[in-house]
């Protein structure tokens, strides 16, 4: 018979023992000062962030459970704060400090890529806001403001949530880029279901947006679509003309 996926989470009698009472060499704490961070697996690296566990829960029980139920690491990176409190022995502060970990993980991928980043392409966005949007489980919709020599100055978030034409209405959208004299911008949203093609919705706000620009004076250069590792360019498919 297979094993069953949760019992993975079992381990030997002294791994239910409190942390502080295992073997030295078995102390993720000890193991990351003496071996270093690379010889931890994922559930100790995630032990590490919960802290302690709960009664006979060690936090290592924690950490595997979660993963367990989540199947993957980037899974896991996906809850929000909010979601991770549903778990038994997860409360607030070991909540958004696992989450501010996965936050800043984002970070660091797309660090040094986006202050003065010149833009050439549509895989320069790409690789500048998948680290931020993949994992993410509601749609996010973000405007990337570029300056003449189409360096990108800053990107600004406009509407979490379902996309629609209420939510990315033209004013909310250049508002920022107005206030700060942008001279273009890429629009950029991210489809969760991991699926890259453009939905009837998508095309409509593009096309509302492309026309807006044009009234503005900031040009739309592209709209580009992230799902998952993946991309989808609309100015390449036409539509942002």
Known sequence: MAEHPREKVLEPSHYHAKIKDWPSGERPREKFLNKGAESLSEA?????LIGSGTGTITALDLAKTLLVEHQTLR????????????????????AVCIAAAFELSRRLQSSGTSDQQVIQSPGDVARLLIPKLRDLQQEVFVVVLLNSANRITREVTI???????????PREVFRQAIVEHAASVILVHNHPSGNPEPSEEDLSITRQLVEASKVIGIPVHDHLIIAGGTYTSLAERGYVR
């Open 44 to 48: 100790e690296l995630l032990a590490l």
């Open 159 to 169: 509407t979490r949530g379902l996309l629609n034409s209420s939510l990315t209405h």
């Open 75 to 94: 899974g896991l990176a996906a809850l929000a704060a909010a979601d991770l409190r549903k778990f038994k022995g997860i409360g607030e502060a070991r």
